[in-house]
């Protein structure tokens, strides 16, 4: 264990290379800032785009991690919002101008000048982290640290999504990992029927799927049995764009739920005719967050977590890279 007032972390020097282990000087909360003991950190497919080299200009060195619950150790000068002791969660948007057209008209989450938690700024792949108080959220008692850390990116984001695909009563998902996997079961919840696609040979996803509750699942090769109102792609495999246009009916809506995906193939304009259409969605709102987490109490989410130390990040990487995870991946450091 580090020194005291020290801290473990797991650093990332450079992309495309493993996470070094590093005792650190424990960071100092600034005006506004809050000093966060992580409990929790999920594990999510931004991280694999970062790490890759896939998101450009990370700060570095760089301390991954942005699905962070944990509990205010200190606060910076100014930061009243939370007392000492409280859990907070902590998202990727971590900063945001306030004073630009997109801020000032409610899309903060496309503020030019935003900064990102465990890409922009230091994350939670440690023991502390510091964040700007005004960007984190509280989180409910009826979550554990372990299962409340997807709901920060993976929770959140599949909730913009579920916003963005509209009145659909069918809804595909195109990927089932940590995101699919929390909106299946909000969807559900709101008397959506889910029809969940993977890679064909993923039987285990295709089997995870129907456990919680999906009419329908399979290969993302083939057509559902019915066709959809709306569908959101997870996986950032741009050739699931003309898939899934092809999957939605008249009127149906595409959304493009990641922050990174290869490219678009060529597609023709007829799977796009007749009032499709195709939108993308981007980070976050605070206001998401509210609305996400009354409606992730209420209708009883219930992530699916696997719990692993905090300095077996690099392996936890390498599995979410594979596929073999049912759910979430969540690092917990020792203190």
């Given at each position: 264990?580090p020194r005291q007032?020290?801290m473990?972390?797991?650093?990332?020097?450079?992309?495309?290379?493993?996470l070094?282990?590093?005792?650190?000087?424990?960071?100092?909360?600034g005006?506004?800032?809050?000093?966060?003991?992580v409990?929790?950190?999920?594990?999510c497919?931004t991280?694999?785009?970062?790490?890759d080299?896939?998101?450009?200009?990370p700060?570095?060195?760089l301390?991954?991690?942005?699905?962070?619950?944990g509990?205010?150790?200190?606060?910076?000068?100014?930061?009243?919002?939370f007392?000492?002791?409280?859990?907070?969660?902590?998202p990727?948007?971590?900063?945001?101008?306030?004073?630009?057209?997109?801020?000032?008209?409610?899309?903060e989450?496309l503020?030019?000048?935003?900064r990102?938690?465990?890409?922009?700024?230091?994350?939670g792949?440690?023991q502390?982290?510091?964040?700007?108080e005004?960007?984190?959220?509280?989180i409910p008692?009826?979550f554990?640290d372990?299962?409340?850390?997807?709901?920060?990116c993976?929770?959140?984001?599949?909730?913009r999504?579920?916003?963005?695909?509209?009145?659909?009563?069918?809804?595909?998902?195109?990927g089932?990992?940590?995101a699919a996997?929390?909106v299946?079961q909000l969807?559900?919840?709101?008397g959506i029927?889910?029809f969940?696609f993977?890679?064909?040979?993923?039987?285990?996803?295709?089997?995870?799927?129907?456990?919680?509750g999906?009419?329908?699942?399979?290969p993302s090769?083939?057509?559902p049995p019915?066709?959809?109102?709306a569908a959101i792609?997870?996986?950032?495999v741009g050739a699931?764009?003309?898939?899934?246009?092809?999957?939605?009916g008249?009127?149906g809506r595409?959304?493009?739920?990641?922050?990174?995906?290869?490219d678009?193939p060529?597609?023709?304009?007829e799977?796009?005719?007749?009032e499709?259409e195709?939108?993308?969605?981007a980070?976050?709102?605070?206001?998401d967050?509210?609305?996400f987490?009354?409606?992730?109490e209420?209708?009883?989410?219930?992530p699916?977590v696997?719990?692993?130390p905090?300095?077996?990040?690099?392996?936890?990487?390498?599995?979410?890279?594979s596929?073999?995870?049912?759910?979430?991946?969540v690092?917990?450091?020792?203190h």
């Amino acid at each position: 264990m580090p020194r005291q007032g020290r801290m473990l972390a797991m650093v990332m020097d450079r992309p495309a290379a493993p996470l070094e282990p590093r005792g650190l000087q424990r960071p100092v909360p600034g005006p506004g800032e809050i000093l966060v003991a992580v409990h929790a950190c999920g594990v999510c497919r931004t991280d694999l785009h970062v790490l890759d080299g896939e998101l450009p200009d990370p700060k570095l060195p760089l301390i991954m991690g942005h699905e962070i619950v944990g509990t205010v150790a200190a606060r910076g000068s100014g930061a009243t919002r939370f007392a000492l002791g409280a859990r907070v969660g902590v998202p990727w948007l971590g900063w945001t101008c306030g004073t630009c057209r997109y801020c000032r008209t409610g899309r903060e989450n496309l503020c030019v000048a935003a900064r990102f938690t465990g890409y922009t700024r230091d994350g939670g792949y440690a023991q502390m982290t510091v964040a700007d108080e005004r960007y984190c959220f509280a989180i409910p008692p009826a979550f554990s640290d372990e299962a409340a850390a997807p709901l920060l990116c993976a929770g959140l984001i599949g909730y913009r999504a579920l916003t963005k695909a509209g009145q659909a009563a069918r809804l595909g998902l195109y990927g089932f990992g940590a995101a699919a996997h929390i909106v299946a079961q909000l969807a559900i919840h709101r008397g959506i029927e889910v029809f969940a696609f993977t890679r064909r040979d993923d039987e285990r996803s295709q089997a995870f799927a129907r456990k919680l509750g999906a009419a329908w699942a399979g290969p993302s090769d083939r057509p559902p049995p019915q066709a959809l109102d709306a569908a959101i792609i997870f996986a950032p495999v741009g050739a699931l764009v003309p898939a899934a246009l092809r999957s939605v009916g008249p009127g149906g809506r595409v959304v493009c739920a990641g922050i990174h995906m290869s490219d678009i193939p060529g597609f023709p304009y007829e799977i796009l005719w007749r009032e499709r259409e195709l939108v993308s969605v981007a980070n976050l709102t605070r206001a998401d967050g509210e609305g996400f987490f009354a409606a992730a109490e209420a209708a009883k989410i219930a992530p699916v977590v696997e719990a692993l130390p905090l300095a077996a990040a690099n392996m936890a990487l390498t599995r979410l890279r594979s596929g073999a995870v049912d759910g979430a991946l969540v690092l917990v450091p020792e203190h």
